[in-house]
């Protein structure tokens, strides 16, 4: 099994910073896409940020962004530590949510590629 692990939430002022952090562990044989979503008080889960695998490019492959962080939010993967990183800068209200990484990956080189889910960490902006 693989086991994703969140860290780098909390509480930060409007047009503050935050690093999210999100590692992976167990039986890895490979790691594709690596997402983060993000899930606001009473809204439904959305998708933020998403890189596919590349193998030079820390950004990953195809980088790709929510409308309402373009800009603002860097995606970005270490594949050597199976670890995806979530920049979040000039954050603001609207931004508060329960964040989640998402980790396409296979634990054999024959088994599927299946979607694990990090435990969410909470972002709060607020003066």
């Known amino acids: 099994q693989v086991q994703l692990v969140e860290s780098g939430g909390g ?4 047009g503050g910073s935050l690093r999210l952090s999100c590692a992976a562990s167990g039986s890895i044989f490979s790691i594709g896409t690596m997402s ?3 899930q606001g008080p009473g809204k439904e889960r ?7 695998a ?42 508060t949510a329960v964040y989640y990484c998402n ?15 990090g435990q969410g960490t909470q972002v709060t902006v607020s003066s």
């Not at 509480?11 to 409007?14: D, E, H």
């Not at 980790?103 to 889910?117: E, R």
């Open 11 to 14: 509480l930060v002022q409007p």
């Open 36 to 38: 983060w979503y993000r």
């Open 103 to 117: 980790f396409v990956a296979q634990t054999t080189s024959w088994g599927p590629w299946t979607h694990y889910w």
């Open 54 to 95: 590349h193998p030079h490019d820390s950004a990953g492959e195809h980088p790709d962004y929510a409308e309402s962080v373009e800009g603002r939010f860097t995606i970005s993967r270490d594949n050597a530590k199976n670890t995806a990183y979530l920049q979040m800068n000039n954050l603001k209200p609207e931004d």
């Open 46 to 52: 959305e998708l933020v940020a998403s890189s596919g």
